[in-house]
DNA sequence: AGAGTAGGAGAACGATGGTTCTCGCGCAAG
DNA sequence: CTTGCGCGAGAACCATCGTTCTCCTACTCT
């Protein structure tokens, strides 16, 4: 038998995956089960619902797409660079083979008119995303309308991204940020 | 008994009404027959699965979306007022009570990955109204590259209204747009 | 008027999927 | 050793849903 945490962090992984690559109402408690290795008992005990077990999954999400993104900026030497570095970061993201959109926006489109929690959790990812770029801003020492603006355009990129299946729009979107920063 | 022409419209105006504002595998068959009035049968002599309605409401609605945004942006008198009538009508759109975002985005982010013509008509959809963007950038003798960014600052306007549900992002985006398009 | 047909209401069917239950096994405590 | 508990495997259960079928009504065409 393997123990709770590693049931756990499989279960999540296998989630991840599945989710995220075909969509939530599209995969069964028995494909994660299959996929995890995990019992659909142990499975039920650690997750009493599927839907506890999306949330759990986009709250990790989340967590570790925010961390990546700052680890990638946060490393470079200027303000201005770090803002720019988002949007390399996210050419990066585009071209992962798995790459298929903000998972947030899809968790949204797809139930956030019937479930609450997922509405509220993919609102307050795109804040702490906001959030994020709002400090980039504030520490390049530019106006706050700014963040918003280049929010505006990395959100647009990751859609325009996940339906053409290209990571051009990082590129393009990048470009225009340089326009916008050096303008504001 | 009801022309077949009017039950067509009964039912192509059911199915958007529900599949958007709830998500296309949230409604079922009959909960489109209670809404339109029309029988089972006829709705699917009339359209013979599911799935031939879901293509039939998207290619509707994209046509519909596109004649709005046009009649709105074309009755400006200047090419760059056409370019920034884009971001208001953006505005009138999030505006209305039953916005919930950009059908087809929340289309492919729920199907995208399971069924192909879902996918197809998505990126369909982002070409038309980029080409259109791109109609408008040129007729305003901006470069190619102009309308790939205000493309952006669109597409991340809807997905960000839809999320916060608030109309703000327009305004945003056309204030970022009018950055751009005087710098160009 | 009478026979045949189209249509409506809704039951029926089959598949799928979330959740729970049963069964049998292995291990741990007494 | 044996008793009981926790676990895995998978069947079972129940609701939902896409699709089709049945039955009955009403109208049309002669």
Known sequence: MISPETAELRILDAAETLFYGRGLQA?????????????LKRLYQLFPSKGELIQAYLRRRDIRWRQRLA???????????RILAVFDWLHEWFGEPDFRGCAFSNSFGELGA????????????KEAFFGYLAE??????????????????????????????S???AHAAKEA???LLAAA
Chains 1, 2 share one sequence.
Request: hydrophobic share 45%.
């Open 27 to 39: 995969v069964g408690m028995d494909e994660i089960r299959s996929a995890s290795g995990v019992s």
């Open 177 to 179: 940020a340089r326009v």
């Open 71 to 81: 680890a990638y900026a946060d490393a470079q030497d200027t303000p201005e660079e």
């Open 114 to 125: 019937t479930s609450s929690p997922v509405a509220e959790t993919a609102r307050a990812h």
């Open 167 to 169: 990571a051009e729009p």
């Open 136 to 165: 980039l801003t504030a520490a390049a020492g530019k106006p706050a309308s700014l963040s918003g603006h280049l929010a505006l355009l990395a959100e647009g990129a990751i859609t325009t991204a996940a339906i053409t299946g």
